[in-house]
C-alpha cells in the first residue's frame, strides 16, 4: 500500500500563504486521484481539494474556491495545496489521501484508502 508524506505546514498569520506537500512512497502519484481533507478540533473530517487522475481534472469546497490550488508534480510524486489568504476559520490538521479508484472525484472521506499522517495550519496573529 502507498504511504503518504505531507510537509509544509506550520504558524501562518491572517491573509498570510502556505503551501502543504504530499509525496507518494511505494508508488507512482499517477496511480491514484489525489485528495487534501481538513480536521478541526472537534470536528467531522471534511474535503478540502481533489486532483483526479487520469486527466487532472481539480474540484475544491465552495468555502476554499478562489483561495485554495490544488496541484500536482507527476516527476516528483508530489501533490501540493497552496492556501492563499487564510483566515483563522481554517484552522486544522490537514490530510492528503489516495484513491486507487480509476477517474475518480471523490468527496467523501470513506472512498479514500490510504492518508498522509496529517500536517498542522494554525492561522493566528
Known amino acids: 500500500q502507498v504511504q503518504l508524506v505531507e510537509s509544509g505546514g506550520g504558524l501562518v498569520q491572517p491573509g498570510g500563504s502556505l503551501n502543504v506537500s504530499c509525496t507518494t512512497v511505494g508508488d507512482y502519484v499517477t496511480s491514484y486521484t489525489m485528495a487534501w481533507f481538513r480536521q478541526a478540533p472537534g470536528k467531522e473530517r471534511e474535503f478540502v481539494a481533489v486532483?483526479?487522475?487520469?486527466?487532472?481534472?481539480?474540484g475544491y469546497a465552495d468555502s476554499m474556491k478562489g483561495r485554495f490550488t490544488i496541484s500536482r508534480d507527476n516527476d516528483k510524486n508530489t501533490v501540493y495545496l497552496r492556501m492563499n489568504v487564510l483566515r483563522p476559520d481554517v484552522t486544522a490538521v490537514y490530510y492528503c489521501a489516495a484513491s486507487s479508484r480509476w477517474g475518480s472525484s471523490s468527496r467523501t472521506p470513506s472512498e479514500y484508502t490510504s492518508w498522509g499522517q496529517g500536517t498542522q495550519v494554525p492561522v493566528s496573529s
Open positions: 486532483s483526479t487522475w487520469p486527466g487532472g481534472s481539480t
